[in-house]
């Protein structure tokens, strides 16, 4: 791999044993990126497995997907002369997806999953298959991939199968943001439609490439979501002129959980110019007193790096199973060319990435729910300790508009909303597993529906984190800005560029876009001293 000075990914090669979730995220996001394939030692493996295959059908030998049926139909074989046919139906009868289309970058990164994982050389599949991917990829042919029909086994079979049936010439695919027939855009290309031979087809449909897809995409977002996160826990200190000891460095070494040490160590970097709060007065003989300051913040704050913490280290052991599973051979059957045999088994269920999944919405959506608690104290006068109510600018009472803005009220109503319903897409969807196909596939994984799920919790998070944003740099301004430190008032400029000074009350929708466009692409720069 080679990085520009951008950090902008220049190409990736594909071997089946090295692609790293980064690179995979960058290639996705990034379509200019070139795609390589093969090594010579994947060549060696894909024709090695491939001959095997040749082998065991001329033998005679019925081999499931290959000259026996799909699924529960495994007890019929056919000639090997028909295998090829077998594949083409394969394709056409998967093609039953429904639901809104893929994103391109959804398009892309299974695309790229896909072909890494034919590419390590267990699935007795031709080289020039995994390379046709690689060219529509780098030329910007994108198969068009409804979003639902997926159990997550075996594999992704309904929506890998537009992948193939675009490689084949056969569909409505996207070339270069333009919806054209699949032979067209291939044609156009010079690239040359497959015709599937013996295996090819359920080796690209018996896999959990597009559930991988998903799921790499929402980590790398939500790694993204628990910075800012951090970002606004900071900020929420300081406007509400909190006590920053809570995230002493002392505190987590007592509990040293890696994503609380982290999450803490980034707070306190981002609050490092900051004085801290006037310790209480003594007084050794006092009866009673109020306190003019609490002694403690509420948990939404002193708390936080213990919430994004979990999705921290929740993060750190996901990743580690996605690049397991983006790098496996995930279909089904496996060519074992150092013995000779073919094996049968389960490769394609998608269990570590539902599970996964399951547990990245769950940590995403209490990193929202902490956001949304944390915009409450804010807003509300009883608890901003002398901030306006709802962040309304400051008016004379003798002012003729005194009393008619209402701020940040709408605001915090929509976090909410968002909140309620990030926290709502925590069921878990490992716990829905049916019984499909005839009863041979009577447990799934539901794997693509978790990592959708996840996907849209880290969307509903980003909106919040939004929104949480502007109203700490509304509460900034009206606090003093000398309450920042050095990093959180370059974050303060860089939402202002986008977001201005709520003088009256206005519309804050497109606000609300161009501050989660920031967060999404990774262009809010949060940059606390090293």
């Not at 699935?123 to 979003?147: F, H, K, M, W, Y």
Request: charged fraction near 20%.
């Amino acid at each position: 791999m080679s990085l520009t000075t951008s950090h902008q990914l220049d190409e990736i090669s594909i071997d089946g044993r090295e692609l790293t979730i980064d690179e995979l995220v960058l290639a996705a996001r990034s379509p200019g990126t070139q795609v390589f394939a093969l090594s010579a030692d994947s060549r060696r493996r894909i024709e090695a497995s491939n001959a095997l295959k040749h082998e065991l059908v001329t033998s005679g030998l019925p081999i499931y997907g290959v000259t026996a049926g799909f699924g529960d139909s495994n007890t019929r074989q056919v000639s090997k002369h028909k295998t090829a046919q077998l594949q083409d139906n394969l394709i056409r009868f998967l093609s039953t997806g429904v639901g809104p289309y893929a994103t391109p970058e959804v398009a892309r990164a299974t695309m790229v999953v896909r072909a890494n994982c034919l590419a390590r050389g267990a699935s007795g599949v031709r080289p020039e298959l995994i390379q046709t991917i690689v060219d529509c990829l780098n030329a910007e042919i994108l198969p068009r991939i409804p979003e639902r029909g997926s159990v997550g086994a075996s594999g992704d079979l309904v929506p890998l199968s537009y992948l193939a049936a675009m490689i084949t010439g056969q569909g409505t695919v996207s070339h270069r943001g333009v919806l054209k027939q699949a032979a067209d855009a291939l044609r156009e290309c010079g690239i040359q439609p497959l015709t599937l031979e013996a295996k090819e087809g359920l080796a690209l449909v018996n896999g959990t490439s597009f559930s991988s897809a998903y799921a790499a995409l929402a980590m790398h977002d939500a790694e993204r979501v628990a910075e800012v996160a951090e970002c606004c826990t900071a900020m929420a200190s300081q406007v509400l002129a909190g006590n920053p000891g809570h995230f002493a460095e002392f505190l987590f070494l007592q509990k040293p959980h890696d994503g609380m040490l982290t999450s803490a160590r980034a707070i306190r970097r981002l609050l490092s110019s900051v004085t801290p709060i006037d310790e209480p007065t003594i007084h050794p003989d006092v009866n009673f007193r109020e306190l003019e300051q609490p002694i403690q913040d509420r948990y939404s704050i002193r708390c936080a790096p213990h919430v994004i913490g979990v999705a921290r280290d929740t993060i750190g052991w996901v990743r580690k199973w996605l690049t397991v599973e983006v790098n496996s051979s995930n279909d089904n059957p496996l060519f074992d060319t150092a013995s000779g045999t073919v094996h049968n088994g389960g490769n394609f269920y998608g269990g570590h990435v539902s599970q996964a999944m399951d547990s990245v919405k769950t940590a995403v959506a209490s990193v929202g729910d902490l956001l949304d608690r944390q915009l409450e104290l804010i807003v509300d006068e009883k608890f901003n300790n002398g901030l306006t109510p709802n962040l309304i600018p400051r008016l004379a009472h003798d002012n003729f508009e005194a009393g008619l803005f209402h701020g940040f009220k709408g605001m915090q109503i929509t976090a909410s909303a968002l909140a309620a319903e990030a926290l709502k897409w925590t069921m878990p969807a490992t716990s829905f597993s049916r019984s499909t196909e005839a009863h041979n596939q009577d447990k799934v994984s539901m794997s693509t529906i978790a990592a959708r799920d996840a996907r849209s919790v880290v969307e509903l998070v980003q909106q919040i984190a939004a929104i949480q944003l502007i109203a700490l740099c509304q509460a900034a301004d009206l606090r003093g800005l000398d309450y920042l430190s050095g990093p959180t008032l370059a974050v303060y400029h860089q939402i202002r560029a986008v977001s201005p000074f709520l003088d009256r009350d206005r519309a804050l929708d497109e606000d609300i876009e161009r501050v989660t466009a920031l967060i999404k692409s990774g262009e809010l720069i949060i940059d606390p001293m090293p």
